[in-house]
């Protein structure tokens, strides 16, 4: 065979088999979805998201929460991944899919509400942006949980962190065994995570 052909042929190969993440978007509609619970402070809610993979949704406090595709009932029930600071969520979902079109990851922007250190009191320029990259559950696993935050004022390129840092750990993240992990710089109005899982997903 004619080198130059072999050389065709390896690179036409090697270009159909590589692999890459790519994203598609959705909208959270809140007045559409299901109520699984209700409470004075908030509750629980079953939610259209990517094709087969549902959005779970959960308010406290004026704080709120996620979960994504089929996820295991005790992350439904017993389990709030949030921040200290009152906030609440951008309405886009960004999945991010594996080469077989298999939503891995989502990405979803928080703003925390930080209050003006003079006055206590709620403060607009003081409010922080955050994306949130969080696993999505399969059938197979039921887990879903958040793998790390990206401080989206304080990094210019926070959509492309937030990427890569969702195709380079989503999949296999280990739920309650794994800490959630900064990338890049956070700056002084990312918030304060705060974290519950179930106690079967603590690690010892």
């Not at 709120?64 to 709030?80: H, M, T, V």
């Not at 380079?168 to 990312?190: H, I, L, Q, R």
């Amino acid at each position: 065979m004619h080198a130059g052909f072999a050389l065709f042929i390896l690179a036409t190969f090697a270009a159909g088999t590589a692999s890459a993440n790519s994203s598609v978007y959705t909208k959270l509609d809140l007045d559409n979805c299901k109520k699984l619970s209700s409470g004075e402070a908030g509750g629980r809610m079953k939610c259209a998201g990517y094709k087969s993979y549902p959005v779970y949704f959960a308010e406290d406090d004026l704080r709120q929460s996620l979960r994504y595709g089929p996820a295991a009932k005790d992350l439904i029930e017993d389990s709030f991944e949030t921040f200290a600071q009152f906030n609440n969520i951008n309405m886009t979902i960004e999945w991010r899919l594996d080469d077989a079109g298999k939503p891995v990851a989502a990405i979803q922007r928080w703003f925390t509400d930080n209050p003006d250190p003079n006055t206590g009191a709620s403060s607009p320029k003081n409010a922080g942006q955050v994306l949130v990259v969080s696993r999505v559950a399969q059938p197979d696993d039921g887990l879903s949980c958040v793998v790390g935050y990206v401080d989206a004022l304080a990094n210019p390129n926070a959509n492309d962190l937030a990427r890569k840092l969702a195709d380079d750990n989503a999949s296999d993240f280990a739920c309650g065994y794994t800490e959630p992990m900064w990338v890049g710089t956070k700056g002084p109005k990312a918030g304060t995570p705060s974290n519950h899982l179930p106690d079967r997903l603590k690690a010892e």
